[in-house]
T-cell receptor, first 113, second 113 residues
Framework: EPEVTQTPSHQVTQMGQEVILRCVPI?????FYWYRQILGQKVEFLVS????????KSEIFDDQFSVERPDGSNFTLKIRSTKLEDSAMYFC???????????FGPGTRLLVL | QKEVEQNSGPLSVPEGAIASLNCTYS??????FFWYRQYSGKSPELIMF????GDKEDGRFTAQLNKASQYVSLLIRDSQPSDSATYLC?????????????FGQGTILTVHP
């Protein structure tokens, strides 16, 4: 069964460093998303992406964040200058059915020290 | 701000019983409603989605939607210990939400043998 994959599974970084989280969505999907979940808290929407551009972003998704689909398979989230409060699990999701039924990847656990 | 509310639990039921999980949402224009299951340290896994008022059944799971009351529920029949997880209610709001899922904080379900 096709699935969303994410790399790395864990990332430890120093405050102020740049990180890139990578996702490979399900191959025929067209809509891509990033969410994050701080330990013990709700899953929060960050950004949605369709047709090579951002469709919607949350107030969390400030200028430190960017997304890119550099080729036909990868979808990346970059955090330019990480802060302690960026420590969270980051989930990529994809959807092929008109923005419904999103399937989540296994997540990247980011720890900022 | 559009909110999704769940009783955080924990909800404890004996094996074989029916577990009932509830969710309310604030955006009256919401059109799509989802239940995800999340095991500890893992990503959300889609269980069911429902768009229309009434019941939708899939195996041991039944989703119920009442748009007038802004209420959605999930019933799990013949609960098994493997059903023990956090159950997340998620909603796609009305208007141009581009597939943005708004999650509740989740209900912890424990099924004891």
């Amino acid at each position: 069964e096709p699935e969303v994959t994410q790399t790395p599974s864990h990332q430890v970084t120093q405050m102020g460093q740049e990180v890139i989280l990578r996702c490979v969505p399900i191959s025929n999907h067209l809509y891509f998303y990033w969410y994050r979940q701080i330990l013990g808290q709700k899953v929060e929407f960050l950004v949605s992406f369709y047709n090579n551009e951002i469709s919607e972003k949350s107030e969390i998704f400030d200028d430190q964040f960017s997304v890119e689909r550099p080729d036909g398979s990868n979808f990346t989230l970059k955090i330019r200058s990480t802060k302690l409060e960026d420590s969270a699990m980051y989930f990529c999701a994809s959807d092929g059915q008109n923005q419904e039924t999103q399937y989540f990847g296994p997540g990247t656990r980011l720890l900022v020290l | 701000q559009k909110e999704v509310e769940q009783n955080s639990g924990p909800l404890s039921v004996p094996e074989g019983a029916i577990a009932s999980l509830n969710c309310t949402y604030s955006d009256r224009g919401s059109q799509s409603f989802f239940w995800y299951r999340q095991y500890s340290g893992k990503s959300p896994e889609l269980i069911m989605f429902i768009y229309s008022n009434g019941d939708k059944e899939d195996g041991r799971f039944t989703a119920q939607l009442n748009k007038a009351s802004q209420y959605v529920s999930l019933l799990i029949r013949d609960s098994q210990p493997s059903d023990s997880a956090t159950y997340l209610c998620a909603v796609i709001g009305g208007g141009t939400s581009y597939g943005k899922l708004t999650f509740g904080q989740g209900t912890i379900l424990t099924v004891h043998p």
